[in-house]
């Protein structure tokens, strides 16, 4: 298995609601990443995970909360958005100094 | 982490080759120059990387020049799949956090 798996692949919410994204790798990798996209833009890093514990996080508003339960799985826990946080949510992950690979995303509505 | 310039667009047509720039001047020793490009509606996906000596895969050629300033990715033949945006990357592997930092990238049209 060599693939990055998102779910789900679109999802709309309101300010008011709680939604998780989810994300799971079967490679062994032991670091993982959540990005954000916007139209146009280039991803933009927000989380780094290694060997399960979060080791990076580039000031993301505590609306976002990320969990890493295992070395296989890495959620994105989302509570009381705004509308601009709409965006892909790209995850990844990686082994030492290798290639990442990238999930192909969620798209992320905030109504 | 040392930048990268790409320019924002070019235009290819198909079947034919294609060299896609990146200046970076101010790359470090350690600095390993990498390529991952994104196709519409999909994340990034990894191409090619190289320290030195020019690199092939099954992919693309990367060419990186003698002082290391800049470096070249070469498609041999373009496809109207290669259409997507291609960006440079420097990682430094002295870099603890081994994060991947992207540029603005270049999108590459591809016409029939």
């Known amino acids: 298995d060599t693939e990055v798996t998102q779910t789900p692949k679109h999802l709309v919410m309101g300010m008011t609601n709680k939604k998780s994204l989810k994300c799971e790798q079967h490679?062994?990798?032991?670091?993982m990443y959540w990005y954000k996209q916007k139209a146009k833009k280039p991803p933009e890093l927000m989380f780094v995970?290694?060997?399960?514990?979060?080791?990076i996080n580039e000031s993301v508003p505590s609306r976002f909360s990320p969990e890493c339960p295992n070395s296989s799985l890495l959620n994105l826990h989302l509570h009381a958005l705004q509308p601009e946080d709409s965006a892909l949510y790209l995850c990844?992950?990686?082994?030492?100094?290798?290639?990442?690979?990238f999930g192909s995303g969620t798209r992320l509505t905030v109504v | 982490d040392a930048k990268t310039t790409q320019p924002n667009s070019m235009e290819s047509n198909e079947e034919e080759p294609v060299h896609l720039p990146c200046n970076h001047s101010?790359?470090?020793?350690?600095?390993?120059i990498h390529w991952y490009r994104q196709l519409p509606s999909q994340g990034p996906e990894y191409v090619i990387h190289?320290?030195?000596s020019n690199v092939n895969n099954r992919m693309a050629s990367l060419a990186i020049a003698e002082d290391r300033k800049s470096s070249t990715l070469i498609l041999h033949r373009a496809t109207l799949r290669d259409a997507a945006v291609y960006y440079c990357?420097?990682?430094?592997?002295?870099?603890?956090?081994?994060?991947?930092?992207f540029g603005g990238g270049t999108r590459l049209m591809v016409k029939p």
């Open positions: 990844a992950s990686s082994q030492a100094n290798y290639g990442y690979t």
């Open positions: 490679m062994g990798h032991r670091a």
């Open positions: 995970y290694s060997y399960e514990k979060l080791s």
């Open positions: 101010t790359i470090s020793g350690t600095d390993y």
């Open positions: 190289g320290l030195t």
């Open positions: 990357i420097l990682r430094d592997v002295q870099n603890a956090g081994n994060m991947l930092t």
